[in-house]
């Protein structure tokens, strides 16, 4: 038998260098937002979750970790379907689930949530 020795610290080195960033500006900040708010008010809310992906989207592709940028995959037609289970589910409970939609958020977030290449 012949024996292997990988190196596993030097990839881990590699992947770590880098500065942590965020990059987006207040101007853009606004524009998005306002854009958001005019398009959810025009539809009585409807398209709240294509808001949501925007700004979303805005605040992820202008962050950088350990020097290696995110990028967010989340459509809002994804988020439309899960936005109406959740609103399904609280209203069959009454208004409990309501407390577990943060998390719910907060995961579909971050699934949604890579390293852009």
């Given at each position: 038998?012949?024996?292997?020795?990988?190196?596993?610290?030097?990839?881990?080195?590699?992947?770590?260098?880098?500065?942590?960033?965020?990059?987006?500006?207040?101007?853009?900040?606004i524009g998005w937002?306002?854009?958001?708010?005019?398009?959810?008010?025009?539809t009585l809310g409807?398209?709240?979750?294509?808001?949501?992906?925007?700004?979303?989207?805005?605040?992820?592709?202008?962050?950088?970790?350990?020097?290696?940028?995110?990028?967010?995959?989340?459509?809002?037609?994804?988020?439309?379907?899960?936005?109406?289970?959740?609103?399904?589910?609280?209203?069959?409970?009454?208004?409990?689930?309501?407390?577990?939609?943060?998390?719910?958020?907060?995961?579909?977030?971050?699934?949604?949530?890579?390293?852009?290449?």
């Open positions: 038998m012949s024996e292997i020795t990988v190196n596993v610290n030097q990839n881990y080195v590699a992947q770590t260098e880098g500065n942590s960033y965020f990059d987006g500006g207040l101007l853009q900040y937002s306002i854009l958001g708010g005019l398009v959810t008010i025009c409807i398209c709240y979750p294509w808001a949501i992906t925007l700004i979303l989207g805005w605040k992820t592709n202008h962050t950088v970790i350990n020097g290696r940028r995110l990028k967010f995959t989340g459509s809002a037609v994804g988020l439309f379907g899960n936005w109406i289970k959740w609103w399904v589910l609280t209203v069959i409970t009454l208004g409990i689930y309501s407390f577990w939609l943060f998390i719910a958020m907060e995961k579909w977030k971050v699934k949604h949530t890579v390293f852009d290449n």
